[in-house]
């Protein structure tokens, strides 16, 4: 924001507004974080991050017609050097540069398409979601550089119900380990706990984890 205010730079306050309404959803101001997602309501990632709000808030429907809308919004990836950094979305600069150098899914988009396949198998289509989850959680298409695997193997567990099936306990059990990998590479207790229990999606998998005997 200092960035945006300093340079004249609109584009930097915008993805900064855009991951401060995001922040305000998880820490339960979710009626100042949707008012501010839906004053950028042209950027792919806004749309993105108001349908997580209503996912998180049981609105399915509301949710869907964002990320529907989020899908058109989302511009071309491509790779480009490190020295300049890029306003178009939270991951531009640094996960975006290394998923498109592998390439890979842009996070948004991926992220967007788990949601929106989340939404299908809960409202009647649960065959059609499960493919698609099961499609974005495949080894071959998931990489080690993005941060959101925990959050798609937890959407992913979510989908298939409550349930203690060996496919969902299995689903569980990836996601606890992309979870565990990361937080050994913390080396400050501080840090580690922010990481996993400030993070919303970090901490509904661990708590999932824990009610199934998975640790």
């Given at each position: 924001?200092a960035f945006?205010e ?5 584009d930097?306050g915008s ?7 995001r922040?305000y959803?998880?820490?339960g ?9 839906k ?7 806004a749309?993105?991050y108001?349908?997580e709000?209503?996912?998180?808030h049981h609105d399915?429907?509301k ?9 058109k919004?989302l511009?071309l990836?491509i ?6 950094v890029f306003w178009?979305d939270g991951y531009?600069s640094i ?7 592998e ?6 988009s991926?992220l967007?398409?788990?949601l929106?396949?989340y ?6 289509e649960?065959?059609k979601g499960?493919?698609?989850l ?7 298409n998931i990489?080690a550089?993005d941060?959101?695997n ?8 979510m989908a298939?119900g409550?349930s203690?099936?060996v ?13 565990q990998?990361?937080t050994?590479?913390?080396?400050s207790?501080d840090?580690?706990?922010?990481f996993?229990q400030k993070n919303?999606?970090n901490?509904l998998l661990l ?8 640790i």
């Amino acid at each position: 924001m200092a960035f945006a205010e300093v340079y004249e730079f609109p584009d930097a306050g915008s993805v900064s507004n855009v991951w401060l309404a995001r922040s305000y959803v998880y820490d339960g101001k979710q009626r100042e974080g949707i008012r501010i997602l839906k004053n950028y309501p042209r950027s792919g990632e806004a749309l993105c991050y108001l349908a997580e709000a209503f996912v998180l808030h049981h609105d399915h429907e509301k949710a869907i017609r964002c990320l529907d809308v989020a899908i058109k919004r989302l511009h071309l990836q491509i790779p480009y050097p490190g020295e300049k950094v890029f306003w178009r979305d939270g991951y531009a600069s640094i996960e975006a540069r290394c998923l498109a150098i592998e390439r890979r899914e842009p996070v948004i988009s991926k992220l967007i398409r788990v949601l929106r396949a989340y939404l299908v198998a809960v409202s009647g289509e649960k065959e059609k979601g499960i493919t698609i989850l099961q499609e974005c959680t495949h080894s071959k298409n998931i990489s080690a550089l993005d941060a959101n695997n925990v959050l798609y193997h937890y959407i992913y567990s979510m989908a298939q119900g409550q349930s203690d099936s060996v496919d969902r306990m299995t689903i569980l059990n990836k996601g606890l380990k992309f979870l565990q990998e990361r937080t050994s590479q913390i080396v400050s207790p501080d840090e580690k706990y922010s990481f996993t229990q400030k993070n919303r999606w970090n901490r509904l998998l661990l708590s999932e984890a824990r009610q199934n005997r998975l640790i």
